[in-house]
């Protein structure tokens, strides 16, 4: 399996890489390749131009500001693995990145790749909309900023427009936001069958599920229910019902993933509800 | 074609390549690097793990043209080194291998993992950091024991 | 000549694994020759079509192309083959093609060929290639396939079943039917694939000048596919040389013929010039043989004190559009019913497998052939019957395994046993896993809501076939294997072997059982293996023959060089042969141990100063031997195995906590390559217990025909695995082995299919299909 004939540029700053997608229609990004390239050798996908983003160093930032974590799309998952800053305020993304994939596929992945890839069985998607983030595009008209619970339209489908490049997320720095996540996969690193990534902040919890339909999604009903806290466990997975939709795969009927949302819910909201 | 310039064990190879080469194909096919294999071209066997600029990645999931200015290490290069000698003979001493076709890959994540492990002795971290080097003839419990025994002499060392 | 420190017994490293830990292997996908180019395929993407119009135009214009072929372009140079065998009664086939000729029949079919100056260029023209296909009916269930009207997928064969016996012994049906306590179960289990590590390849190179033909083929049996290329591609076996360097895996897939490989060979002596093959991972799923998929009804009846009083098994598998060559598709349905009920001492037995065509990959022979389906079969009807009548599962094993003094015996299914140990290897089990201290641990944990299961699985593995398997049936596939030992001018020994090597150490094996035979060490001997012009005619590996064959063949050839060797030191010495021995590479007076003369001064001498040696002594410092079973069909082997699990009931995931096996292959050559063997079995039989299945539509795709898709056991799923050994030499040769390496596949999902069980039993719940998914679980428990 040998991709298809493509050239290739690199582009030096975020600028260029803009102005060569709209130069050149059917023009894809390179940044970390990780979901691109395998694309790419099963034919799946045959971009006539490659545009490599990934020597950005622009791109390869991580800021705190006095309200916000600021995460370059270049980042590779191995880099927030091992920063201090993650670790400091968003542990949450080193924690559901240690069930992304393996060693070798983290030290290229990116976060901006996996964002804008928007695999609905990917485990960032359902972090950033648990963290209440904002994604940065940027395109021909200029910088935008688009609510993580906008972002993720469907499957594998975003809110960028054509010839946008995500280039960075940004996470309200929440002092004593606690965290929580799971999922369940048939083998270490694989795609999730079901996952949960949830945040709370004092009595307000964001679930982030994903594995469950065509994208990331919230669980606005169940998120209402654990305003009671542990009392709402129960009423909040009643409420999953309402919140998922009915998906079923070759894996798993739709019952089953609803029950395992919920078998997950509350391993996690005990382990995030705790005091 | 694009040129591309960039060391390889310690020596520095210039090509012109097409875009769509892989890494792992330009080690094999250009350089006669052959130790790296391909198992699947998806990035999920590990077969085609190699060292690029100190870090494992997947051969396969690398264009040519992204290594650029890079270091890339392959098992040759570290064989010859003698960097894996210990984790070598313990392979070779608890007959950790069988076929050897997923051997390469395998002692490349081995010693990153040794490298990097914060307890490079727990058996279970070393398998979940194995977790994506596919082996079909060992069931793995051999190379599990082998890279605890490197582990475990390294500390006394 | 047994024992620790000598070479029968010894746990060493391998001496030729050493090149392996340095990325100095040697693969068929690493061969580059001169002016080699490239192959790829189109291949269908129906299960089922008429081919219409074919236009190979566009790609003969793409850069790098020097050769595009359908199957008239490749007429005339590749016989068509037909995978029958005349002792499977009734079994029939249609011809196959390199090339799909008319129609296409199963997915992944190839349809043309493209030979360029690099892969990628190849794969660049091969879609350029114009193909009309006119959709047929898919052929997708094998009882749909069988029902009275359905279209044959041969219409020359008159309907689609291939193969189709049965067995009756004792009072048959009616008696296991009759019996105090009947237990009847349904299991379906899923297809396999061996997905190899390194996929199928090869380099043909056709020489033009000496009309001869190289193969470097990644094989288990490079003899057998000398003689299938003399006959396909119309030449003599003296015209064809085949080298099998490493082998990346193979565990069976490797001993097919497949169309794609005999149309690059082909092109090769088409172009003049090396061809490579190398099938990628996408094209191995629909490609590669696949194997496993039964449905099977059976039951059991048992006396009222828990005696088994027979079996009854209706074994149906669906298989490809035809029946794979030389093998054939039939001879794993032909083991499942001639295993079943295997370990037990049982009068009564009925069993009926029919083999069904489809437009699915093709299928045929993979590590255990059949023993995996036989095992659990059976030790889930033991189990459960076990469980019904209030009897410990180790305790109904007690009471009906055949006893270890009851052999030589046969089964009701007609297969001989030379001698076994069933009971000295569950004795050792039992002891080895702390069987009990298991069970109370278990019943510990399970009233706090934690459910552990255990599952035993007896089980007996066929090995060292004679020429019973296939040669009685016509097929040019040989059941002997052959050596030659030879003693080199400096005195060490060199060993040819029709034996291969595809990583479980048979080069090791032989060194060592040549090292004993002569009386050397083994580091003194060299082997060499996998090329037909240079190694002795020999079946190659499989159904476990390299040690328990092979090795004989060896010791044969290295005891018969030992006489050479002490007949021409006795004339050199003027004593009596009988009166020497070699010990540690020095010839010495057997009596005393007295240092006569070294090796290395003996051949010395034989090789520069036979003017020296009395006159009319010719030295005859080489010998062949071959050694072929006679006696018993197939040398079997017995063990049994444990499998220690824990379920979780919420999400249905199973996590295996430990194994255990103990295992009886006769003599050990070399502990630690059997161990390994064996826990390399046991781990594909996890997979196929947890993860592994081909899955298809209705329109005979396959869904999950990747990597990521198809899920292979990963390090951080499978479990430390414990084994011990009973030891029951087979005396038809000298050195007593048998053979160990599908042992533990053949029962290990077995094991595991017992321990969910047993997990589960108390919630009512009970699985009979594998693989076990957490979907699967969550509906035995009525969830979902």
């Known amino acids: ?275 | 074609m694009t040129a591309i310039s960039l060391i390889v064990n310690g020596e520095r190879v210039e090509a012109e390549v097409p875009a769509r080469l892989h890494l792992a194909d330009f080690l094999r096919e250009r350089l006669g690097l052959t130790g790296t294999h391909l198992g699947c071209e998806h990035g999920v066997c590990g077969a085609c793990t190699v060292r690029l600029d100190g870090a494992i990645v997947r051969g396969c999931l690398v264009l040519a043209v992204q290594a650029e200015g890079c270091v890339v290490e392959t098992i040759e290069g570290v064989s010859d080194s003698g960097e894996l000698a210990d984790l070598q003979e313990a392979f070779w001493r608890r007959n950790a291998l069988q076929c050897g076709y997923c051997t390469p890959g395998m002692m490349l994540a081995a010693a990153d993992f040794l490298a990097h492990a914060p307890d490079p002795t727990d058996r279970a971290a070393i398998r979940a950091h194995l977790s994506g080097n596919y082996c079909r003839c060992t069931g793995y419990e051999a190379i599990v024991d082998a890279v605890e025994a490197t582990a475990r002499a390294r500390r006394a060392a | 000549m047994n024992g620790a420190d000598r070479p029968i017994g010894r746990a060493m490293a391998r001496p030729d694994a050493r090149r392996l830990t340095q990325g100095r292997g040697l693969f068929a996908s690493d061969i580059a020759l001169p002016r080699m180019v490239h192959a790829a395929f189109l291949r269908s993407p129906y299960a089922h079509a008429e081919i219409g119009a074919i236009d190979l135009a566009p790609a003969r214009e793409m850069p790098g192309v020097v050769g595009v072929f359908d199957a008239a372009a490749l007429e005339g140079r590749c016989a068509p083959w037909v995978g029958v065998l005349t002792h499977l009664k009734g079994l029939k086939s249609a011809p196959q093609y390199p090339l799909a000729r008319g129609r296409v029949r199963f997915q992944g079919e190839p349809v043309a060929m493209v030979v360029a100056a690099s892969r990628a260029e190849a794969e660049d023209a091969a879609e350029r290639i114009l193909v009309e296909y006119e959709p047929l009916a898919p052929v997708v269930d094998p009882l749909a396939a069988l029902a009275p009207g359905a279209a044959a997928i041969h219409p020359e064969l008159g309907d689609n079943l291939a193969f189709a016996r049965t067995i009756e012994a004792g009072g048959g049906a009616a008696a296991v039917d009759a019996a105090a306590e009947r237990v009847a179960l349904e299991f379906d289990f899923a297809r396999h694939t061996g997905v190899t590590l390194e996929p199928r390849a090869l380099v043909a190179d056709w020489n033009e000048g000496e009309q001869r033909l190289t193969v470097h083929l990644g094989t288990q049996v490079p003899h057998m596919f000398q003689t299938v290329l003399a006959t396909l591609l119309g030449l003599a076996e003296r015209q064809i040389r085949v080298i099998g360097p490493d082998v990346g895996g193979s565990f069976g897939i490797k001993i097919h013929v497949y169309p794609d490989e005999m149309a690059a060979v082909a092109a090769s002596r088409i172009l003049r010039r090396p061809v490579r093959f190398v099938a990628d991972r996408l094209e191995s799923f629909t490609g590669d043989i696949h194997a496993r998929g039964h449905r099977v009804s059976a039951r059991i009846g048992v006396a009222e004190d828990g005696r088994i009083e027979g079996f009854a098994v209706d074994d149906l598998t669906g298989v490809g559009p035809y029946s794979a060559y030389p093998r054939t598709s039939a001879v794993e349905a032909n083991q499942v019913i001639n295993l079943v009920g295997g370990p037990y001492d049982f009068a009564h037995y009925a069993a009926r497998a029919r083999v069904v065509f489809q437009t699915k990959a093709m299928m045929s022979q993979y590590r255990a052939v059949g023993h995996p389906i036989a095992t659990a079969v059976t030790e889930a009807l033991v189990d459960e019957a076990a469980r019904r009548r209030g009897i410990d599962p180790v305790e109904m094993r007690r009471r009906n395994l055949i006893a270890d003094d009851a052999y030589p015996c046969a089964s009701p299914a007609g297969m001989k046993f030379e001698a076994l140990s069933h009971h000295a290897c569950l004795d050792e089990l039992v002891r080895l896993m702390d069987y009990d201290a298991l069970r109370a641990e278990q019943a510990g944990l399970r009233a706090r809501g934690v459910w552990r299961g255990i599952g035993i699985a007896s089980f007996i593995e066929i090995t060292n076939p004679g020429a019973a398997f296939y040669g009685v049936g016509g097929a040019r596939i040989a059941a002997q294997d052959g050596a030659t030992a030879r003693l080199d001018a400096a005195g060490d020994v060199v060993l040819h072997a029709g034996a291969t090597e595809q990583g479980q150490g048979t080069t090791t094996i032989l060194a060592q059982v040549t090292a004993a035979a002569m009386g050397v060490d083994p580091a003194r001997v060299l082997v060499k293996l996998g090329d037909t012009d240079a190694t002795p005619y020999g079946g190659g590996t499989w159904a476990s023959r390299g040690a328990g064959v092979g090795g004989e063949a060896a010791f044969r050839a290295a005891s018969a060089l030992r006489e050479n060797v002490l007949a021409l030191a006795a004339s050199i010495l003027q004593a009596a042969p009988e009166a020497l021995d070699i010990r540690d590479g020095v010839i010495v007076d057997a009596a005393g141990g007295a240092e006569r003369m070294s090796l290395a001064e003996l051949a010395r001498i034989a090789h520069f100063r036979p003017d020296t040696l009395p006159q009319g002594v010719e030295p005859a410092l080489v010998a062949s031997r071959h050694y072929v079973p006679r006696e018993y069909p197939f040398a079997f082997t017995n063990g049994v195995q444990a499998a220690v699990v824990e379920v979780d009931a919420e999400t249905g995931f199973v996590r295996l906590l430990k194994h255990f096996v103990v295992e009886d292959c006769g003599t050990i050559i070399n502990p630690l390559l059997v161990d390994e063997q064996i826990r390399g079995g046991v781990v594909q039989g996890l997979g196929a217990a947890l993860f592994e299945e081909c899955r298809y539509d209705s329109e005979g795709q396959m869904l999950n025909a990747t990597m990521a898709d198809y899920l292979v056991p990963m390090a951080a799923e499978m479990p430390d695995i414990v084994i011990g050994h009973v030891c029951t030499p087979t005396r038809e040769s000298h050195i007593g082995a048998k053979g160990v390496g599908e042992a533990g596949t053949a029962a290990a999902a077995a094991a595991v299919l017992n321990a969910v069980n047993d997990a589960l039993a108390p919630r009512g719940a009970r699985i009979t299909a594998l693989p076990i998914t957490p979907a699967r679980v969550l509906e035995a428990l009525g969830i979902g």
Do not use: W
């Open chain 1, 1 to 275: 399996m040998k991709p298809a004939p493509f050239d290739y540029v690199r582009a030096g700053s975020v600028a260029e890489a803009v102005g060569l997608l709209a130069a050149h229609e059917g023009a894809k990004l390179l940044a970390g390749g990780q979901s691109l390239l395998p694309a790419l050798n099963f034919r799946l996908s045959a971009p006539g131009l490659l545009v490599d983003i990934g020597r950005i160093a622009d791109l390869r930032r991580i800021d705190v500001t006095a309200t916000m974590l600021r995460i370059g799309a270049g980042c590779t998952h191995a880099m927030l693995l091992d920063a201090p800053e993650i670790a400091a305020h968003a542990p949450l993304i080193a924690t559901a990145l240690a069930h992304v994939a393996h060693p070798a596929i983290r030290s290229r992945g990116t976060i901006g790749g996996s964002l804008a890839n928007a695999d609905p069985a990917a485990e960032l998607p359902a972090c950033m909309l648990a963290l209440d983030a904002t994604i940065i595009a940027e395109g021909q008209a200029g910088a935008r900023r688009i609510a993580a619970a906008d972002f993720f339209t469907g499957l594998f489908e975003t809110a960028l427009e054509p010839g946008e490049i995500l280039t960075a997320v940004e996470i309200p720095l929440v002092p004593g936001r606690r965290h929580g996540f799971a999922e369940l996969a048939r083998r270490h690193g694989d795609y999730a069958l079901v996952g949960l990534a949830a945040a709370a902040e004092g009595e307000a919890v964001r679930l982030g599920f994903f594995a469950v339909g065509h994208a990331a999604l919230r669980a606005p009903a169940a998120e209402r229910a654990l305003a009671d806290g542990a009392a709402g466990i129960e009423a909040a997975c009643a409420a999953l019902a309402e919140d998922l939709p009915a998906h079923a795969d070759p894996e798993i009927s739709a019952p089953v993933r609803l029950h395992l949302a919920r078998v997950l819910l509350r391993r996690v909201m005990k382990e995030c509800l705790a005091p």
